[in-house]
RNA sequence: GGGUCUAUGGCGCAGCCAGGUAGCGCACCGGACUCUUAAUCCGGUUGUCGAGGGUUCGAAUCCCUCUAGACCCGCCA
């Protein structure tokens, strides 16, 4: 590693710019401008996952303008996608227009255009909350300019060759037998249920007939509509196993990730581009899905979906992009309980960058810098921020309840955790609060209360309840234990589960007095009766 | 049928994609502090890095084979 040059910022992102620079100019291609692309759901409520392909896009975008190069990020909505199931959460009403594509259906909560605008601008959403740059493309304006009409055309009039060649590469035989456009039936809107079967070459229109079709394993009624599509202008689609290639072509796209599930796709549209459309098709790289903790249930009503809209209510945008930053391979399972790991990580980071924590290996250094710089978009801040352990916030939010914010701030100082309160410290204590809330919920365990016990709370009860200064509470309540013949290391343990619902926490008598004798006092007292 | 990923102390994982002293959390053990609890702090133990081969001065890391598990594709997007 000694005599590696380290390349751009030293973190895979770089490794696969210049990886993409390099095949660039083997290929004699013009570098003036180099494309990266990533493609959007509009199907579906949009997860971290998907985010993650047009933030890793971003980052590939960042590092080419890191080595001087100019790059753009189109970030492309596939809103003339079909609806095939209803996600969970959303009316039963959606089901007329299973079918139709997602950009045609009206959305149910009328805020958006369309049911795919409204999947669409929530990742937009995410993605600029997180300060990600993009040029918005849809695929519902792009088929309707004929943008792609040079591309569809080609591939139609090879449409029995790349048939062929579909089955050879990944056994699906249909395309031998239909073409790959799935135009828009103009009698009933539907996408799939017009089959495409002749293309006139021509007058660059596909005849199609409206039939029943199979999708997401119901019958969806054809209307039997016979007619044809105009490539040009008409609504209609590739299918996406020669749709990339279109796109890349006619975006002169250089870059895009893509995830396992959609491989055979790509392996196709990379055949399509480079031997169909004389497009030497882009760069890419492959990760792994993000998938839901098995076994831990978040939320059932949501459906473990994980989205960048709650993510945030609990983490910073910070946490997200090191997620997505820290590495591609290898992603398993993710959850909100990744959260404290990732935001804690993110300090080290900043600890690393800003030569709080010393690091051994150059090499290390170099990438943990490195990953801090994108985590931050290539705009670090100038000097540390302040920062505060997110579990130390989390426990202090377990404790305090009420008048969060003004009392964790009070005991962060008497920590010495930070010096000064400030709107940045204030916003982490609400995310940790809102983790605490939500996730925390300990286990309201049956309290084993004897009487002997009882006679011991009571004793702490009264004492709590009278209005004096307590000087030594710690030591008080180990005598009422003792006085009363119970073990203290149980008593201790009951009045924990009675406080704070765990085994153990923190001093006990110092934080009897830190959240109110009274509070307690009452908590206790519905255990003595 | 095709493909991808995962395998590292008791448990959960990081490190692997740019080879250079095997790490973290929990658990465990010891100590400090506390009039004896808990918490806290300090220190410590825990590993044939799934198996086998190869490359290398050097492999958890790169290559090949195998084993076990998870997932994806072979509807559609």
């Not at 792009?142 to 792609?148: I, S, V």
């Not at 000097?383 to 005991?411: G, M, T, W």
């Not at 982490?428 to 809330?437: K, P, T, V, Y």
Request: hydrophobic share 35%; net charge negative; aromatic share 8%.
């Amino acid at each position: 590693m000694s005599e590696q040059n380290v390349i751009g910022k030293g973190t895979w992102i770089d490794k696969l710019a210049s990886e993409l620079i390099e095949r660039e100019e083997q290929l004699g291609r013009d570098t003036s401008l180099i494309r990266v692309e990533s493609g959007l759901g509009a199907s579906g409520i949009p997860h971290i996952g998907s985010l993650g392909d047009a933030v890793r896009a971003y980052g590939v975008k960042l590092a080419l303008e890191n080595m001087g190069y100019k790059s753009e990020l189109i970030a492309y909505s596939d809103d003339l996608d079909g609806l095939r199931k209803i996600p969970a959460g959303f009316p039963d009403s959606l089901e007329e227009h299973i079918g139709k594509p997602v950009s045609l259906i009206p959305d149910h909560t009328g805020e958006h255009e369309s049911y795919g605008m409204n999947m669409s601008s929530r990742l937009l959403d995410g993605l600029e909350k997180l300060g990600i740059e993009y040029t918005f493309k849809r695929a519902r304006d792009t088929y309707k300019e004929g943008l792609l009409q040079e591309q569809i055309h080609t591939i139609l009039t090879q449409s029995e060759r790349i048939g062929a060649k579909i089955e050879d590469l990944v056994g699906q035989e249909k395309y031998q037998k239909f073409l790959p456009y799935f135009p828009v039936c103009a009698q009933c809107n539907r996408l799939y249920v017009a089959e495409a079967t002749e293309y006139l070459s021509d007058e660059r229109k596909v005849r199609y007939k409206c039939h029943d079709a199979e999708i997401g394993g119901k019958i969806i009624k054809g209307c039997g509509h016979e007619g044809e599509a105009d490539i040009k202008k008409d609504l209609g689609k590739l299918a996406w196993k020669v749709e990339f290639a279109a796109r890349w072509s006619a975006f002169d796209i250089r870059f895009e990730a893509y995830g396992k599930d959609i491989m055979d796709s790509v392996k196709v549209n990379d055949w399509v581009a480079d031997d169909v459309l004389n497009f030497p098709h882009p760069h890419h790289i492959k990760y792994e899905m993000f998938l839901d903790k098995g076994g831990k249930k978040i939320s059932k009503s949501l459906g473990n979906v994980v989205t960048s809209q709650t993510w945030l209510k609990f983490g910073t945008p910070e946490s997200i992009l090191l997620l997505l930053y820290k590495r591609i391979t290898g992603a398993r399972e993710l959850g909100f309980e990744d959260i404290p790991s990732l935001m804690d990580e993110y300090n080290e980071l900043e600890k690393i960058f800003f030569g709080k924590i010393k690091i051994d290996n150059e090499a290390k250094l170099v990438k943990s810098k490195g990953l801090y710089e994108y985590v931050n978009l290539l705009t670090p801040p100038k000097q540390i921020p302040a920062q505060v352990s997110y579990r130390l916030l989390l426990e202090l939010c377990k404790i305090f309840k009420e008048d969060r914010v003004p009392r964790i701030n009070k005991k962060l100082i008497d920590y010495h955790a930070i010096k000064e309160t400030s709107a940045e410290i204030d916003k982490l204590i609400e995310m940790a609060g809102n983790f605490a809330d939500e996730f925390d919920i300990s286990d309201e365990i049956d309290i084993d209360v004897d009487s002997k016990v009882k006679g011991a709370l009571s004793k702490l009860v009264i004492l709590l309840e009278k209005d004096e200064e307590i000087e030594d509470l710690q030591n008080e309540i180990y005598q009422i234990a003792k006085g009363d013949d119970i073990e203290p290391k149980d008593f201790f343990k009951v009045l924990y589960q009675i406080i704070l619902s765990t085994t153990r926490g923190p001093k006990i008598g110092p934080f009897i007095l830190d959240i109110g004798k009274k509070n307690v006092a009452e908590k206790i007292g519905k255990y003595v009766n």
